[in-house]
């Protein structure tokens, strides 16, 4: 196991510089002065030319990455060209909205699309089965964005259940004030993974009961219950997982929208904002980490496969 995880680590060192050249290229090449940003619409040539020495962009761009990259491996992603902050201050700062949006978000797709994968597959064929799949293409089909708006007029604005913006931080305000103004972000951002979780775990579900030993536990006369959830749903339980953990990485890393509909001070608005500012660092630091998540969240994916299926070793 202890061989496995070192060999996943090392094997995800040459896709992070993949990742890091890639981005430093992207951002570099692409159109856009920070400079220009930075001065001011009424800069003269002799400023920008000042802004673009203090910034370092009038060297070699291989002397830029490499001293980038000496600065990456000392754990500096360097300082933002808009606020002067260090850009792991600037994530810090927006790093719990986004995590326990998203943790909350996977836990109501997990308690949701569960039990409508298992009830779907359970009463396969039955009218149930094509609702619970029909609201699944519908989750697929429809923006989240026109999910979110939605939501915003039925419940915060007809109903007035619910706030319509705004956040507050669970470290700071309380359980009760974090889940009334994140209830409607994660129900706009849950829709289409509650959607896929259903599919996939019906699917798998379906798989799994046409077995031998399913048959073979209603013939020892055990309940449906126990049959589904005990059996059936363990078995089928490693798909669902990749699924589940795949998608948690994409929430933390994909919720951009939810946190520019709902005014929500995350790390995708800050990815916006950096953006739309051309700041180069925050950019990077940003990708950098999303790609780390990724490689972190598979590693665990699969090493939690063993768990649920003993037959399932890692040498």
């Not at 001293?67 to 606020?83: A, H, I, N, P």
């Not at 923006?143 to 109903?159: C, S, T």
């Not at 319509?164 to 103004?181: I, K």
């Amino acid at each position: 196991m202890l061989g496995y995880c070192l060999k996943r680590t090392l094997a995800a060192v040459p896709v992070m510089v993949i990742v890091a050249l890639f981005v430093f290229l992207l951002l570099r090449l692409s159109p856009g002065d920070p400079a220009a940003i930075i001065a001011g619409d009424m800069a003269t040539p002799a400023q920008l030319a000042r802004i673009r020495e203090a910034l370092g962009l009038n060297e070699p761009m291989h002397i830029q990455f490499f001293r980038w990259v000496g600065e990456l491996l000392q754990g500096d992603f360097g300082t933002s060209l808009m606020s002067g902050l260090p850009v792991t201050t600037l994530m810090a700062q927006r790093l719990e909205p986004t995590v326990s949006l998203a943790v909350f978000s996977m836990l109501l797709s997990v308690l949701v699309a569960v039990p409508m994968g298992v009830l779907a597959a359970w009463k396969h064929g039955s009218l149930i089965d094509r609702v619970i799949m029909a609201l699944s293409v519908v989750g697929f089909s429809v923006p989240v964005f026109v999910i979110g708006y939605l939501l915003i007029k039925l419940l915060a604005i007809d109903l007035g259940w619910l706030p319509v913006q705004g956040f507050r931080r669970l470290s700071e305000d309380g359980l009760w004030a974090f889940l009334e103004h994140a209830l409607l972000p994660a129900m706009m951002l849950s829709t289409i993974y509650i959607a896929l979780i259903a599919r996939m775990t019906r699917a798998s579900m379906l798989d799994v009961l046409g077995e031998d030993y399913i048959r073979t536990a209603h013939a020892k006369g055990a309940s449906e219950r126990r049959v589904l959830f005990r059996h059936a749903l363990r078995n089928a339980g490693v798909p669902i997982l990749e699924v589940i953990g795949t998608g948690f990485a994409l929430m933390i890393t994909g919720v951009v929208v939810t946190e520019s509909v709902f005014n929500i001070p995350g790390l995708g608005r800050l990815t916006v904002d950096a953006i739309l500012s051309r700041d180069y660092p925050v950019i990077q630091g940003l990708i950098l980490v999303t790609s780390g998540v990724y490689v972190v969240i598979n590693l665990l994916i699969d090493l939690s496969y063993a768990l649920l299926d003993p037959r399932i070793r890692y040498r």
